[in-house]
């Protein structure tokens, strides 16, 4: 019998992550099965609890139930601690482990795809949510020579910013404060590209070369055009959406799948 397992989410039926880990699966040579579960808003904790009686092995968590994964989890790795959240879970006997490989899937997109070393590198991350919460580990991991959280609440990024201040040079405000400083990368993880909107950005933001990330994938976002209109390249997020699956599916397999045939298939679609 193949192994189980499963994304849950509200809603689920947009997902890419069957088609993502089937393909990793028929790669890998592994025996699995990996579906899409719609949880009840009220009911992610005995709809997670009646897959594994079910012989679920693991199962990835999107919107709005990262939250209620990390406190279902009875142990979590430090970038889960970090993120405050959980999008991995892993089933074993009476433990189940909880991480969040989204950082580290941006930070592979950003590095391995897109050929960007982070290293001394003045990076801008604007929001100061979950998203963004989730991937500042990490990318203060590669070593910026600054990282700067700008959002519209200014309060909320100073707080952000103080959460991971022994993590390496981070800081916090409102985007007023953005004027006259460039930077190499910008990462968007507002929800603004959902509404069709653009924080207030000024103009002369983008370094030469700069890369800007949206998170959003499958659309062209008023944040990319306006990066693209001002001399930046452009990336969404569907690279890192493929790499953070295939980060879970290395901590549940113990093999990591090739994913730029999986990109360009998607991309190709």
Wanted: net charge neutral; proline share 6%; hydrophobic share 45%.
């Amino acid at each position: 019998m193949s192994d189980r397992y499963a994304v849950f989410g509200n809603p689920i039926a947009h997902s890419k992550s069957p088609r993502i880990h089937a393909e990793f699966a028929r790669q890998t040579g592994q025996d699995l099965v990996y579906e899409a579960i719609l949880a009840p808003l009220d009911g992610f904790a005995a709809a997670l609890a009646a897959f594994r009686a079910g012989g679920g092995r693991g199962a990835n968590v999107t919107v709005p139930f990262k939250e209620q994964a990390h406190a279902l989890a009875t142990r979590r790795t430090p970038r889960a601690e970090a993120a405050g959240a959980v999008n991995t879970l892993s089933f074993e006997d009476d433990a189940i482990l909880g991480d969040n490989t989204d950082g580290a899937g941006l930070v592979r997109d950003l590095t391995r795809n897109l050929g960007l070393s982070l290293a001394g590198k003045r990076i801008l991350l604007m929001g100061a949510g979950g998203a963004a919460r989730g991937v500042l580990l990490p990318l203060l991991e590669q070593g910026p020579a600054a990282l700067c959280i700008a959002n519209r609440t200014p309060d909320k990024a100073v707080a952000l910013a103080a959460h991971f201040r022994t993590a390496g040079p981070v800081e916090g405000g409102g985007y007023e404060a953005l004027a006259g400083r460039r930077f190499e990368l910008v990462v968007n993880a507002t929800a603004a590209s959902l509404a069709g909107e653009l924080p207030p950005l000024p103009a002369e933001l983008f370094a030469p070369g700069a890369l800007a990330y949206d998170m959003m994938y499958g659309r062209d976002t008023p944040f990319l055009a306006y990066a693209r209109e001002r001399g930046a390249r452009t990336a969404d997020g569907l690279g890192m959406l493929v790499e953070q699956a295939a980060e879970a599916f290395c901590l549940w397999r113990g093999v990591r799948p090739e994913t730029g045939p999986v990109i360009a298939q998607l991309r190709g679609e």
